[in-house]
């Protein structure tokens, strides 16, 4: 079984930075799509940030794109996790954020963040962004 656990989430003001980690065991994750979902108060859970297996391709919710960064350690001997870079941070990207695995073969990074079935998912960590 795949447990992922999420860290790096913190109070910050609007405009600073922020890198969530995502970090699997259990398993190697390295031939999974990974992806980041973001749960705002009052709202649903959104994918703002899904990469494949290889690390090559991602995705970005309109969001975050031009901001927020994914990426994954496939140098590593373990390859087991999956980053999060938060830049130029806004009062609107306040909530819970997730780390998800897929591992289903063949869906791209894109599928996963629109319609996340089933899967390998932490506990949340908290940002939250005071103006």
């Known amino acids: 079984q795949v447990q992922m656990v999420e860290s790096g989430g913190a109070l910050v003001q609007a405009g600073g930075s922020l890198r969530l980690s995502c970090t699997a065991s259990g398993s190697n994750i390295d031939h999974y799509n990974v992806g980041w979902f973001r749960q705002a108060p009052g709202k649903e859970r959104e994918g703002i940030a899904c990469?494949?297996?290889?690390?090559?391709?991602?995705?970005?919710?309109d969001s975050v794109k031009g901001r927020f960064t994914i990426s994954r350690d496939n140098n590593s001997h373990t390859k087991n996790t999956v980053y999060l870079q938060m830049n130029s941070l806004k009062p609107e990207d306040t909530g819970m954020y997730y780390c998800?695995?897929?591992?289903?073969?063949?869906?791209?990074?894109?599928?996963?963040?629109?319609?996340?079935?089933?899967?390998?998912w932490g506990q949340g960590t908290q940002v939250t962004v005071s103006s």
């Open positions: 990469i494949d297996q290889s690390g090559g391709r991602m995705f970005y919710d």
């Open positions: 998800a695995a897929d591992p289903l073969p063949g869906a791209s990074p894109g599928s996963w963040c629109g319609a996340p079935e089933g899967g390998y």
